[in-house]
């Protein structure tokens, strides 16, 4: 006879079993449809409404349209807030745990360099804009790609440059954590823009994100260390 778990320990349970784990997955990348998932998954099509039956009872997944079919429509489902919030919750939880793990055993100098690097690779995973494009619209391109990743930033127009200033900020628990990896964001909007990007975020427990964009180095300082420009990075 299997032994039920306490209360306790049932609460702590993660939100997703292995197999509905690959169905979220999948939700996340787009894939909606029964049809879609279960050849993703090589399941037939009623273990998939199963999975999906299951995660909508949990108020994971929901139901919010269907697409044409050749005998019937095809229903699309899409996860639900609750369903980001426990996803957002566990990805933070496992940077924040990165983040530290690499100031334990990094030499101080080094992390700098390691956050401009992931943020460089961050940019080209996201893709760059077109350098002949004017520089308005490279910027404009950069508030949305960051709006795409959780942000909710505004353009504003600052003499010869730019100013890219959200309400909040998309990593905002790793910020509040490890203030350092807005330098990060830094150099991922910089790959992304294709110009000189310095940030000055508001830190505390709103976070709000804040980046001066500028045609030139000068303009900027960008020619400095991230610890030169803000000792609050690396303390």
Do not use: W
Request: hydrophobic share 35%.
């Amino acid at each position: 006879m299997t032994k039920e778990l306490p209360t306790a320990a049932r609460r702590k349970k993660a939100p997703f079993g292995s197999r509905r784990a690959e169905v979220v997955d999948l939700l996340q990348r787009g894939v909606g449809t029964v049809r879609e998932l279960a050849a993703r998954l090589r399941l037939t099509n009623n273990a998939v409404r199963s999975h999906l039956l299951a995660l909508e009872r949990e108020g994971l997944v929901h139901r919010i349209g269907s697409q044409p079919g050749t005998r019937r429509p095809h229903e699309v489902y899409q996860l639900t807030a609750r369903a980001h919030k426990h996803l957002a919750q566990a990805s933070s939880a496992t940077l924040c745990a990165l983040v530290t793990a690499l100031k334990r055993h990094l030499p101080k100098q080094d992390l700098p360099r390691l956050l401009e690097a992931a943020g460089k690779a961050l940019a080209f995973r996201f893709g760059t804009y077109n350098l002949e494009k004017p520089l308005t619209s490279r910027v404009k391109n950069g508030a949305r790609v960051l709006n795409s990743i959780g942000g909710a930033a505004n353009v504003e127009k600052r003499g010869d440059g730019f100013a890219i200033r959200s309400h909040g900020c998309p990593l905002a628990p790793l910020v509040a954590e490890h203030p350092e990896t807005c330098y990060m964001v830094e150099k991922f909007l910089a790959g992304i823009i294709r110009a000189p990007v310095r940030e000055s975020c508001l830190r505390g427990q709103y976070p709000q994100c804040r980046f001066t964009v500028g045609p030139k180095e000068s303009e900027l300082s960008a020619n400095q260390t991230a610890p030169e420009r803000d000792g609050r990075r690396l303390r």
